[in-house]
């Protein structure tokens, strides 16, 4: 099961070495080249992960210069910067390439996913409590008609083991499911190879059944209950099959990618900020990205064994480095200089993962202002 993170620097730097892999340093070789995609695609994740708004962005990145300084930018964007790399790098082919970025960033040179599972939510249009629209529902002449015949609606296929999303389709709702599946399962083999996939009875065809096995060889595990009851059996061969062999304990697997959905509208909101229907659109993109991004930091830098150990080199910790900086009669403890190599430790290995320069002349420097504040 997957994890996610909730330090803003670390999902900042996973970010940026997601924009790397996705996308040019900048749009246009006229461009003011003031603030470069990478940034400006960081910028984004983080106001989803902050759950704010553009204003409250620059807010936030005004007063922590440590995200500064981890965004590598100078100065403050204005906030309808923002709101103008939304439009660009929110559209259909750049978020489809930075969602491949975060796959393979996350599977490495592995491509094949044992286990999936698909699904389809929908999101709020407005941050109104179900409280008051309850209320207002319930009264017999109500003040304010409260119907909401539109919203804005995210499939996913995820993973089961790891609850990562390797596909994504946006639209509006209310719609059926069942003439999603090929497009979101043609789109998740486009970055993965898949052996099982299990969805729940609105995804319930045929039709579907065929794409799946016959075309990619791709196990379905669907319920035939599609469409009114009955004690026929089903029609088709793969639904009838579904019938008399039906796999229960690969279906009861299915509700992970129910876990995917509540990790996204608890992380990040369940409503969308969006007013126009591609504004909304961008906005769910954003939301399958950041819960990528969130998850990535968690697997690659704190749970991977095979990352290289760290080695400071001998002058980092040794008698002879801390006579030169602290003095012959200031020394650090033994218990002191273990706790302040695992903190470069880990500093070491977080902005290695991410493809951040580490120099050894920044470790001695901050090791040096260590001892000398005598810690």
């Known amino acids: 099961m997957a994890r996610t993170s909730k330090s803003p620097q670390a999902v900042v730097l996973a970010a940026l070495a997601t924009a790397r892999r996705a996308l040019p340093e900048y749009a246009h070789r006229y461009s003011p080249k003031k603030f470069t995609q990478h940034q400006l695609f960081a910028c984004l994740v983080l106001k989803n992960f902050l759950r704010t708004d553009y204003r409250g962005l ?12 981890a965004l590598d930018m100078k100065q403050v964007p ?19 390439r930075l969602l491949g970025a975060t796959v393979r960033l996350h599977l490495g040179r592995k491509r094949r996913v044992k286990r999936t599972a698909i699904d389809s939510t929908g999101l709020e249009c407005s941050a109104a409590s179900g409280y008051f629209v309850r209320r ?88 035939p209950k599609h469409g009114r009851p009955t004690t026929k059996p089903a029609s088709g061969h793969y639904r009838r099959l579904m019938q008399v062999r039906f796999d229960r304990s690969a279906y009861r697997q299915r509700s992970q990618v129910e876990t995917v959905m509540s990790m996204i509208k608890r992380r990040q909101g369940a409503h969308v900020q969006g007013r126009s ?36 080199p001998r002058s980092v910790c040794s008698t002879s480095f801390e006579s030169q900086i602290c003095g012959k009669n200031q020394r ?25 320069r580490v120099h050894w002349l920044d470790l001695l420097c901050s090791l040096a202002k260590a001892c000398q504040h005598g810690i």
């Open 58 to 69: 620059a807010a936030q990145l005004a007063d922590h210069p440590t995200l500064l300084a």
């Open 277 to 312: 229907y591609w504004s909304q659109c961008r906005d769910l993109r954003l939301l399958a990205l950041t819960h990528n991004v969130m998850i990535l930091v968690v697997v690659k830098v704190f749970y991977r064994a095979f990352l290289p150990p760290f080695h400071p």
């Open 136 to 223: 207002c529902d319930r009264r017999g002449t109500p003040w304010k008609t409260v119907v909401y015949h539109r919203y804005p609606k995210l499939g996913v296929v995820s993973g089961i083991d790891d609850h990562f999303i390797y596909a994504y389709q946006t639209g509006r709702g209310p719609r059926p499911d069942v003439d999603e599946f090929r497009p979101l399962v043609a789109n998740a083999l486009e970055r993965v190879r898949i052996s099982q996939m299990a969805a729940d009875a609105g995804y319930d065809s045929e039709p579907n059944h065929r794409f799946a096995r016959d075309q990619h060889q791709i196990r379905t595990v669907i319920p």
């Open 332 to 356: 650090l403890r033994l218990s002191d200089r273990k706790s302040t190599c695992i903190r470069y430790e880990r500093s070491y290995l977080l902005r290695l993962r991410f493809g951040l």
């Open 78 to 96: 204005h906030f309808t910067t923002f709101q103008k790399a939304s439009q660009r790098l929110l559209r259909t082919k750049p978020a489809r």
